[in-house]
C-alpha cells in the first residue's frame, strides 16, 4: 500500500562526514530506507498554495528540508528511514491528499514516529486522513491537531486549498459524530478575517494570538498547550513556518510582518514531543526559492531535529 501510494523514491542522504563512530554521527549517517523508529515522508505540492492565490515553490520544499537536516549532529543514535515522496501530479491534490494519507496510516499502524516534510499546508489534510484512519484512533483514542500557525486555515471555499484543511477536518469529524480537538498557537489578528475569528468560535477553536507567545509570555504558552494535551490521548502536530517571524523564515508563501519567535516555537515543540502522545508532525510552507541563505530550511530541519530527539527520548 505504501509503495503503490509513493511516486518518488527515496534518495541516498548525504553530508558532513568528520570520522567513524557515534562522536561525530550526523543525521544523514542514519537514515536508510528500511524499517526504523522514525519515517521520513515528503509531500511534494503547492497546488493548494496556488488556488489559495499564494505563492507557488513549495512543492521543492521537502528537498530543502532534507539537505538542510543531513549535516546536522545528533546527541545519540536515531534509527530512521526516508520512504520517499508523495508527489501531487497536476491539479490532482484531492488525490495526493488521500495517496499521503494512506502512507501515513501505512506507518503509524507499523508503530513508526512519522515526520512529514511539505509542501503547501494543504499537507494537512493529508496527514489528518492518515492518523484518523489510524488503527488507535478507530479504536477510540481521541486524536488532537495542534497547529503552529499565524492563520486559521478554516476557509469555507468549495474548493480545498492551503487555507481549507481543518475546516475539511472539522466537517468530516462532525460526520463521525465528533468534535475536532483543534488548536492554534501563533494566530496574527491582521492575517485573519473576523469571519474565520467567527468561525473558530463556532467550531470551538482554541487559539493564542501571536502578541501572547513572547518569550516573556512562557508561562501562558505552556498552560495553552498543557491544556490542549490534557484534551486528548494521540497528538498530530503541525507547523506552518509562516507562523515565525520573516527574519527567520523568509521562504514562505506569506512572511509573517510579527511572528512568533523561534525561541518559543522550539519550546513548544520540545514540550508536545515530551509529552509521550505525538505520533505525527508536519512542516508545511517551505518555498526554496523565496528562501535567504537557506534561513528557513535550517529553521525547519532544526525544529524537526528537536522534535525527533526529544520524542524519541520520552517514547
Not at 91 to 98: I, M, R
Not at 188 to 205: C, H, I, K, M, Y
Not at 250 to 276: D, F, M
Request: hydrophobic share 40%; with cysteine.
Amino acid at each position: 500500500m505504501i509503495g503503490e501510494a509513493v511516486n518518488r523514491a527515496p534518495q541516498r542522504w548525504s553530508g558532513r562526514d568528520d570520522g567513524p563512530g557515534s562522536q561525530h554521527l550526523r543525521w544523514h549517517h542514519v537514515v536508510g530506507a528500511g524499517n526504523a523508529d522514525v519515517a521520513f515522508l515528503g509531500f511534494r505540492s503547492d497546488e493548494g498554495v496556488r488556488r489559495n492565490k499564494g505563492r507557488p515553490g513549495a512543492a521543492d520544499g521537502p528537498r530543502a528540508i532534507r539537505e538542510a537536516l543531513a549535516s546536522m549532529a545528533l546527541p545519540a543514535p536515531v534509527e530512521a528511514a526516508d520512504v520517499g515522496d508523495v508527489e501531487v501530479t497536476g491539479d490532482a491534490l484531492e488525490a495526493g491528499q488521500e495517496r499521503l494519507g494512506r502512507v501515513v496510516t501505512g506507518l503509524l499502524d507499523d508503530d513508526r514516529f512519522v515526520v512529514v516534510f511539505g509542501g503547501g499546508h494543504e499537507i494537512a489534510y493529508g496527514s489528518y486522513l492518515g492518523i484518523a484512519e489510524s488503527a488507535r484512533v478507530r479504536s477510540g483514542a481521541k486524536l488532537g491537531v495542534l497547529n503552529l500557525d499565524a492563520h486559521f486555515d478554516l476557509r469555507a471555499d468549495e474548493t480545498p486549498s492551503s487555507g481549507t484543511p481543518f475546516r475539511q477536518m472539522a466537517e468530516r469529524e462532525r460526520q463521525r459524530g465528533e468534535n475536532l480537538h483543534y488548536s492554534v498557537l501563533g494566530i496574527s489578528q491582521p492575517s485573519n478575517t473576523e469571519a474565520l475569528f467567527d468561525t473558530a468560535g463556532e467550531l470551538g477553536v482554541a487559539y493564542l494570538l501571536d502578541d501572547h507567545c513572547g518569550p516573556a509570555n512562557l508561562a501562558v504558552v505552556d498552560e495553552f498547550v498543557d491544556r490542549f494535551l490534557i484534551g486528548c490521548d494521540v497528538v498530530y502536530l503541525t507547523i506552518d513556518l509562516d507562523v515565525l517571524p520573516a527574519a527567520v523564515a523568509p521562504g514562505v508563501s506569506a512572511p509573517a510582518a510579527y511572528g512568533v519567535p523561534l525561541e518559543t516555537i522550539q519550546h513548544v515543540c520540545e514540550r508536545v514531543a515530551a509529552s509521550g502522545k505525538l505520533a505525527l508532525c508536519d512542516v508545511a510552507e517551505l518555498n526554496p526559492e523565496l528562501d535567504i541563505d537557506n534561513r528557513t530550511a535550517r529553521t525547519a530541519a532544526r525544529l524537526v531535529h528537536r522534535i525527533v530527539t526529544t520524542q524519541r527520548t520520552h517514547q
